[in-house]
């Protein structure tokens, strides 16, 4: 009997070189039921070329822990910033998408598990260099 494996929406690589899963369950079950301000497209674009990096103070229920992405984003035309959990299990070079939201309120608590990274404008282009902290 062959095992059954769980289908993927889609995996790619964040900026710091790690494979990011998104799962088709997730998607179906919490993102698209609770969350659908955003789809898969800006979800993966959130993985690929974040604002921002920060670690999550909060370690998930089997020790893992979570990191989440930034990006500043337009819903109705207005400003807000989408973001997207990632759990990274004990590998941490491979993580899965467990939510994605837009975030209508931002304050200090957010960056209180440490920046991982900054995306910085290029100052010779209209391009985004990351800065690893």
């Known amino acids: 009997m062959g095992s059954l494996e769980e289908p993927i929406i889609f995996s790619t690589s964040d900026p710091l070189g790690r ?15 609770r969350h659908d301000e955003k789809g898969i497209s800006e979800i993966k674009e959130n993985i690929e070329n974040p604002s921002c990096i920060i670690e999550n103070e909060k370690q998930s229920s089997d020790g893992g822990t979570r ?38 309120k931002i304050n200090e608590s957010i960056t209180e598990g440490g ?10 282009s209209n391009t985004t260099k990351p800065i690893n902290i």
């Open 67 to 104: 990191h989440v992405y930034f990006k500043f984003t337009t819903l109705n035309s207005k400003l807000y910033i989408n973001k997207t959990v990632v759990e990274f299990k004990e590998e941490k070079n491979e993580g899965e998408i467990v939510t994605n939201y837009v975030l209508r």
């Open 19 to 33: 494979v990011i899963l998104l799962k088709q369950s997730t998607w179906d079950e919490h993102i698209a039921d």
């Open 115 to 124: 920046v991982i990274y900054v995306s910085q404008p290029n100052q010779n």
